[in-house]
T-cell receptor, first 113, second 111 residues
């Protein structure tokens, strides 16, 4: 089924540990995004990529890194997790250089303890 | 940086009442998009408005894009329990590609 796949669905992580959230899309979209969703704060952009090989910082990039080695994959890494990174993380993609309709993955619920 | 503000944060309506959420951007947008997220789900695209002053309708939902392309609204006529969820607006700034979301409006409908 075409779309975006995120893994894992949920994770409990000890503070200080490294974690990579995976995101894969099979729609050949140019642009990909990572958001975190926290109650009352909506969806905040962490990092984005306009095309394979390029990435950019969003609103809340600190503590996170991304890579875009190919069109399909856009992993998000937490180098050393902290409790404030407890959140629901959504990956999204869109098929336009000017940010058209975005398709979202099912989300990863991450708890840092 | 670009900010997208959305009000109200939360609204609880009686089934059959109307509902409106408003979105305002600090910068001119190349387009405005609206998404709906059901409880426990992920955001799902509803519509995109591109032209200044544009109005689009989807059944009971009416979407407007302001003349200055900095604000937008979503109006639901005669809400139903199936309308429950969080409604987000989102937009890239003019000549940009970052898709920035508002904080969302949570809609609850009493039957």
């Amino acid at each position: 089924i075409a779309g975006i796949t995120q893994a894992p669905t949920s994770q409990i992580l000890a503070a200080g540990r490294r974690m990579t959230l995976r995101c894969t899309q099979d729609m050949r979209h140019n642009a990909m995004y990572w958001y975190r969703q926290d109650l009352g704060l909506g969806l905040r952009l962490i990092h984005y990529s306009n095309t394979a090989g390029t990435t950019g910082k969003g609103e809340v990039p600190d503590g996170y890194s991304v890579s875009r080695a190919n069109t399909d994959d856009f992993p998000l890494t937490l180098a050393s997790a902290v409790p404030s990174q407890t959140s629901v993380y959504f990956c999204a993609s869109s098929d336009s250089d000017r940010a058209g309709e975005a398709f979202f993955g099912q989300g990863t619920r991450l708890t840092v303890v | 940086g670009q900010q997208v503000m959305q009000i109200p944060q939360y609204q609880h309506v009686q089934e059959g009442e109307d509902f409106t959420t408003y979105c305002n951007s600090s910068t001119t947008l190349s387009n405005i998009q609206w998404y709906k997220q059901r409880p426990g789900g992920h955001p799902v695209f509803l519509i995109q408005l591109v032209k200044s002053g544009e109005v689009k309708k989807q059944k009971r939902l009416t979407f407007q894009f302001g003349e200055a392309k900095k604000n937008s609204s979503l109006h639901i006529t005669a809400t139903q329990t199936t309308d429950v969820g969080t409604y987000f607006c989102a937009g890239p700034k003019l000549y940009g590609n970052k898709l920035v979301f508002g904080a969302g409006t949570i809609l609850r409908v009493k039957s």
